[in-house]
Structures are given as structure tokens and as C-alpha cells.
């Protein structure tokens, strides 16, 4: 089982889905917020995409020859964005993010990369650096964030080699890109980290770090696996940002499995190997294959501008909702996020970024009683107490999440302050 799906005691089953709802195999139906970690826009067995999949899955899965079908996906991302000119495809937002970071190193002939604390980019040593270090290991010696393993075995030289940058202080930030900016390849960045509490990154970091990787032949990777649903051309022009290199998976693969690096035609041509060795070569036996072509083509053909507009109402509807049922009921706690994803915090300080977003043991503890009475309620959060919504909620399931959640969380902090009296 993957990590993230488990819990204690156990996690439900799922046996199938229909729309926004998950059903387990004991016939419990869900409400589902995890939509597979935010990766179905349109919820479970999506009719289009099925359509798309069967009709493509008639004609062979998986061929050692390009087809028709990459061609239009990419077509439909350079549509949305022009920073997303070219694309090529992989299997996932790892692969995506690893190829994208040595595609950097091979665009600058520099090998370290920038990525900012406690944000997650996929399971590349590299962006593994300093994902989720603890307060006493936090700060390096000069109140600068260290580079801090997240597995063990990672080599010292991978923490020398990545450069942590504070998600919620510009000043530093600027600081520290300026004494080590020459000996980048990359900054990475995604403006509306999940990791880093949800919230979205301040116009000034991403103003410092444009500018940085402007001054210092930086190339900038914003990191879209998730944030890319937030607009129709994705997240970096909500920030200002204009990337080298963009990321994505998840929503653009319509519930199959996917990964993408796109950018303009110079930087892709970094992988280019039309005309002999490229720099750095993309391979993967399964990438772009035909069932996540066409089922990513249905996905975002029905991910328009209207059902963006739409998603990110109900996503402002529902933070307003829980905010509002948190202020009548005296509870403390807040509801972060943009767009369609939205996530619970516990306690009254403002979130800005990975530490103000770090849960001690208790409110660890808390967060997940709280994910697990939301279960009794049947709505399905991820086991951090986020979500995101589908295009098959309307305002009733918006309604019906905001208000179980009100609930649960003052029910739950009720019962551990009388067990504290
Ligand atoms: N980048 C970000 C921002 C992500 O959220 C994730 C996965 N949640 C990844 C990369 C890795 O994507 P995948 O799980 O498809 O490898």
C-alpha cells in the first residue's frame, strides 16, 4: 500500500466510484475530497474520459512508436499556456520533476538546485531535501534553513548540493539567492504548496525569485503537479511567474498516470534528440502512452474556463463557510487554500508557509481524530485534514463538507479540552 494511503487503525477500501463518490467494500459511500490526491478533476469514472479510454484501448495499449494522440495533448497544454510551448510526457510529477531539474543542470552546466522547506516535489533525492525537517533541526548556524535528509541514506553531497529557501520570508529568501544564486541550476518552486500549509506564496518571494533567476541564468521550474488546476493557464501567471521549465501530472492525466515537462522551444531543446544525442534523453517505456493521452484530452477538454471559474467559487464558498463556522463557534482553527483545494489547521496563528504550518505531536494527534470522525461523517479528506473538490460537487456537497467539518472540529477540540480540565 502507498504510504500516503495508510492510517490507523486501517484505511477503507475502496471498491469503486461514481462521480464524487468513493464506495468501500463494505458498501459505505464517501463523499471523496482525496480525489487520488487531487489528481481527479471530475471525480470517479468520469463519462468522457471512459469514452476516450475505451475508444483508445480498442486500438492497442501501448505501442513503440509515437502517436497521434501526444501530439494533441501537448497541443491542448500550449493552448492553455504559452510558457507550456512544448511538452514531453512521462509516467508521473517525479519523473516530471527529475527530468525537469537535469534538464536545468543541462541548460546552465551547473548541478545544485533551490527548492523551498517543507515542500514536496516528488521522490527525487534532490527535491526530498529538507520536505518535512523538525524545529530542532530546522535552522542552520547562521538562522538560515538547513538542508535537512528526509530519508536515510541520502548522501551528504545531495545536501550540499540543494539550497532550502523559506517559504514565508522574502528578505531571506533574496539573501540567500543572492549569496548563492551563480551556483544554480534551478530554482523550484510551487506557488500554492500543499506541504507548506496550502497557502499560497507571497508576491514578493515569487517576485524575489523571478528576479533572481533572471539576474543569475537561473533556470525557474514552477512545479504545477497540483496547483496547475487553480487556472486555465495554470498557476505561474497567478504569481507573476514565468517559468523555464513547468511541471504537471495529476488533473492532465484525467485519473490515469502522467507526468509532463513542458516550456518554450529553447529550453525544451535540451531533450531534443532529433538530430542526434540531446543533452538529456527521456525515455520510459510507458510514457505517452494512448489510454493517458486520451483520457488527460477529455480531462482538460472539460476542465475549461467556466468549470474553472466554477471550482474555485465553490472552493471560496466553502473556506468562507468553515471560516464563518469557526468564528460563531469560538473555535480555534482555520481553513487554508486556493481555488479548489483547501486545507485544515488547527490552533488561532495565522499559516504562511511550512513552520507556521507545523503540527506538533498533539495537533498531529488531533489532525488525525479529526480525519477520522470526517470519515464517520462519510467525506473522505487526505489523513492531513486536506482536500479538493470535483467538478460533480455542487454548493450542496460544498455545503455538507463545510458544515461536517465545522462540527467535527468543535466537537473534537471540545472533548480534548475536557479531558485537559
Ligand atoms: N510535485 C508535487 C507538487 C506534488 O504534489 C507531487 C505529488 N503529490 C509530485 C510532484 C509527485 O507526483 P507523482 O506522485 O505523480 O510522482
Not at 512508436?65 to 499556456?81: C, F, N, Y
Not at 510529477?93 to 551547473?110: D, H, I
Request: hydrophobic fraction near 40%; include cysteine; charge should be neutral.
Amino acid at each position: 500500500m502507498r504510504a500516503a494511503s495508510w492510517f490507523q487503525p486501517h484505511p477503507p477500501y475502496a471498491a469503486r466510484g461514481e462521480g464524487c463518490w468513493v464506495v468501500d467494500i463494505d458498501g459505505r459511500r464517501l463523499l471523496d475530497c482525496a480525489n487520488n490526491f487531487f489528481s481527479l478533476i471530475h471525480g470517479h469514472a468520469f463519462g468522457p474520459v471512459l469514452d476516450a479510454v475505451r475508444e483508445a484501448m480498442t486500438k492497442g495499449t501501448a505501442f513503440g512508436m509515437p502517436t497521434e494522440s501526444e501530439i494533441l495533448l501537448a497541443e491542448a497544454l500550449a493552448a492553455r499556456s504559452p510558457r507550456m510551448e512544448q511538452t514531453r510526457f512521462c509516467n508521473s510529477g517525479t519523473e516530471a520533476v527529475l527530468a525537469a531539474v537535469k534538464g536545468a543542470r543541462a541548460l546552465t552546466g551547473r548541478h545544485r538546485i533551490a527548492k523551498f522547506e517543507g515542500c514536496y516535489h516528488g521522490a527525487y533525492d534532490w527535491v526530498e531535501v529538507s520536505l518535512d525537517p523538525a524545529p530542532a533541526n530546522w535552522d542552520d548556524e547562521n538562522g538560515n534553513p538547513a538542508s535537512v535528509r528526509c530519508n536515510a541514506g541520502t548522501p551528504d553531497s545531495v545536501l550540499r548540493e540543494t539550497v532550502v529557501l523559506p517559504y514565508d520570508d522574502p528578505q531571506r529568501c533574496a539573501d540567500i539567492l543572492r549569496r548563492e544564486g551563480r551556483s544554480l541550476a534551478a530554482v523550484i518552486v510551487d506557488p500554492h504548496a500543499s506541504r507548506a500549509g496550502t497557502v499560497p506564496m507571497t508576491k514578493e518571494t515569487a517576485t524575489v525569485v523571478q528576479a533572481a533567476c533572471r539576474r543569475d541564468g537561473i533556470m525557474l521550474i514552477a512545479d504545477e503537479v497540483i496547483s496547475f488546476r487553480l487556472s486555465f493557464e495554470g498557476a505561474s501567471p497567478l504569481f507573476g511567474l514565468e517559468p523555464d521549465l513547468v511541471t504537471t501530472a495529476k488533473i492532465i492525466g484525467g485519473g490515469l498516470p502522467i507526468g509532463a515537462v513542458s516550456g518554450p522551444a529553447d529550453r525544451m531543446s535540451v531533450f531534443d534528440h532529433s538530430t542526434g544525442k540531446p543533452k538529456v534523453s527521456m525515455g520510459g517505456t510507458f510514457s505517452a502512452n494512448p489510454l493517458s493521452m486520451a483520457a488527460g484530452l477529455a480531462s482538460l477538454a472539460h476542465y475549461c474556463q467556466s468549470a474553472v471559474d466554477r471550482m474555485n467559487g465553490l472552493g471560496d464558498r466553502l473556506r468562507q463557510e468553515v471560516r464563518n463556522g469557526f468564528a460563531k463557534a469560538g473555535v480555534a482553527a482555520t481553513v487554508t487554500g486556493m481555488g479548489s483545494l483547501f486545507r485544515l489547521h488547527l490552533g488561532p496563528d495565522e499559516v504562511t508557509g511550512y513552520r507556521s504550518a507545523f503540527a506538533n505531536a498533539e495537533k498531529a494527534k488531533l489532525t488525525r481524530r479529526i480525519h477520522l470522525a470526517m470519515l464517520n461523517e462519510s467525506i473522505l479528506l487526505t489523513p492531513n485534514c486536506s482536500g479538493a473538490l470535483s467538478t460533480p460537487m455542487t454548493g450542496a456537497e460544498v455545503l455538507s463538507i463545510a458544515d461536517k467539518l465545522v462540527h467535527v472540529v468543535e466537537r473534537e477540540l471540545s472533548a480534548r479540552q475536557g479531558v485537559a480540565g
